[in-house]
């Protein structure tokens, strides 16, 4: 018997990577790729487990499990540091790059 590739395991990998690279965007985005690159990569190592045999590239789907997970922290770390960014300085300040430089030039 012929071995299938699982599906959605390239897929997986390229949400991991999404993940962690947007993780700069409010954490927002990339929590989202995180999310379902985990939820995909748990169905295809679900259904890897019920017949090994018949898959392959059963690395690829765990390498993607581990991307989307490091993804998911780097994602929610930013977004707890935005949200503590936005109610300790508001969010006008933190648009206005000389009154952000004015507070933090205080602060050392």
């Known amino acids: 018997?012929?071995?299938?590739?699982?599906?959605?395991a390239t897929l997986i990998i390229v949400?991991?990577?999404i993940s962690i690279i947007t993780c700069c965007c409010y954490g927002v985005i990339g929590l989202i790729f995180g999310v379902i690159g985990l939820v995909?990569?748990?169905?295809?190592?679900?259904?890897?487990?019920e017949n090994p045999e018949m898959y392959e590239d059963v690395k690829n789907v765990k390498?993607?499990?581990i991307l989307s997970i490091i993804g998911i922290v780097l994602n929610v770390?930013?977004?707890?540091?935005s949200i503590w960014a936005?109610?300790?300085f508001g969010w006008d300040t933190l648009q206005d790059p000389e009154r952000m430089q004015e507070i933090l030039e205080q602060y050392q």
């Open 77 to 81: 770390i930013y977004l707890l540091l």
């Open 63 to 65: 390498t993607g499990r």
């Open 1 to 8: 018997m012929e071995q299938q590739k699982l599906p959605n």
């Open 86 to 88: 936005i109610s300790k």
């Open 40 to 49: 995909l990569a748990n169905k295809a190592l679900k259904l890897y487990a």
């Open 15 to 17: 949400f991991g990577i």
